[in-house]
């Protein structure tokens, strides 16, 4: 029913800023609730952002809070991830996921991920 595709990761210096962004496919993007989560080596997947169907609730991880912002576009079917401040430790797979809020067995959809690498 709905397919997510992240783009937006890559290398960047300890200091700096990405953008991530998830396009979903299907027809009721705007009734869903929209998450990130992170995956680091030899970690487990945590969650980062959440953001409610209209973008009115916003909820962070406390690892994230005063430096990432999630924002959507429900015009143009994206979840956006607007991270500023990057460190070492925010390297991962990022992932955008739907249907969902905090826990992540409650999300129904995933997208295939985006890797951030934050160097020193």
């Known amino acids: 029913q709905v397919q997510l595709v992240e783009s937006g990761g890559g290398l960047v210096q300890a200091g700096g800023s990405l953008r991530l962004s998830c396009a979903a496919s299907g027809r009721s993007f705007s009734s869903y609730a929209m998450g990130w989560f992170r995956q680091a080596p030899g970690n487990e997947r945590e969650f980062v952002a959440a953001?409610?169907?209209?973008?009115?609730?916003?909820y962070y991880a406390d690892s994230v809070k005063g430096r990432f912002t999630i924002s959507r576009d429900n015009a143009k079917n994206t979840v956006y991830l607007q991270m500023n401040s990057l460190k070492p430790e925010d390297t991962a797979v990022y992932y955008c996921a739907a249907g969902g809020w905090i826990r992540q067995d409650d999300y129904d959809y995933w997208g295939q991920g985006t890797q951030v690498t934050v160097s020193s």
């Open positions: 953001i409610n169907w209209n973008g009115g609730i916003t």
